[in-house]
């Protein structure tokens, strides 16, 4: 189903006079992250009488309608693709995604038309789950030894070396490429080290002592994770 002539002219009435009712219900959109296969709510705040309310969705800007309630005509529609995984909440507008996937990510709008038009957006970010970081001994000489921390894809990752609970150094990447983060340890060292993999929604970590690892062969992948 397209958007009628009517639904057309109602959101064309986004004229400045609109705009200044708006401007006070409007702003910055709100960030929310998920995990991908997880389901997330939309929470449209305060409920208005509304003939209508509408969500639209796009990566970058909210342009294609995907969902539409109608309280007069008691109706609901959504768009094929997303159909059998949104559910709006009739009488808030909340709107629910159930089994994200990373293509949901992007920019979704709710807009409520009654007597005033208002609107509020949400910047969805769906994440892979974390992968645990793995810490291998790649070099080992003169009673120094040299540790390497990666971790595999996710976006708007941090990796961060500990020792006890002092921070030594940090790597970050917004794009899906692994990250691998180098450290140069004394082989009989005995605080505890920490590597740490974080992404806004979870963090993983791999411990280990040095004199443990560092005096066996290199390439040893520890598994110890908290």
């Not at 007597?115 to 892979?128: D, H, R």
């Not at 505890?192 to 040095?210: D, G, I």
Request: proline share 4%.
């Amino acid at each position: 189903a397209d958007w009628t002539r009517e639904e057309k002219g109602q959101l064309s009435l986004l004229c400045p006079s609109v705009l200044v009712c708006c401007a006070w219900v409007n702003g910055e959109a709100e960030i929310v992250n998920a995990k991908a296969g997880s389901s997330v709510t939309l929470n449209s705040g305060k409920i208005t009488k509304a003939n209508q309310t509408l969500w639209t969705y796009g990566a970058e800007k909210p342009s294609f309608l995907i969902a539409k309630v109608s309280s007069s005509q008691g109706s609901f529609w959504a768009q094929p693709q997303f159909k059998e995984r949104l559910n709006l909440d009739r009488e808030t507008g909340d709107l629910t995604i159930s089994k994200l996937s990373l293509n949901d990510t992007g920019v979704y709008e709710r807009q409520r038309i009654g007597t005033y038009i208002s609107s509020k957006q949400f910047k969805l970010e769906v994440y892979s789950p974390l992968s645990p970081p793995s810490v291998n001994v790649e070099k080992s000489y003169s009673g120094e030894c040299q540790v390497e921390c990666s971790v595999k894809n996710s976006r708007n990752l941090t990796l961060t070396w500990f020792k006890g609970n002092d921070w030594l150094q940090r790597m970050s990447s917004s794009d899906s490429a692994g990250l691998s983060l180098a450290l140069n340890l004394n082989q009989r060292e005995t605080h505890k080290y920490f590597c740490e993999a974080r992404n806004p929604l979870e963090n993983m970590t791999a411990r280990f002592h040095p004199n443990e690892i560092c005096l066996k062969n290199g390439g040893r992948k520890m598994c110890n994770f908290m």
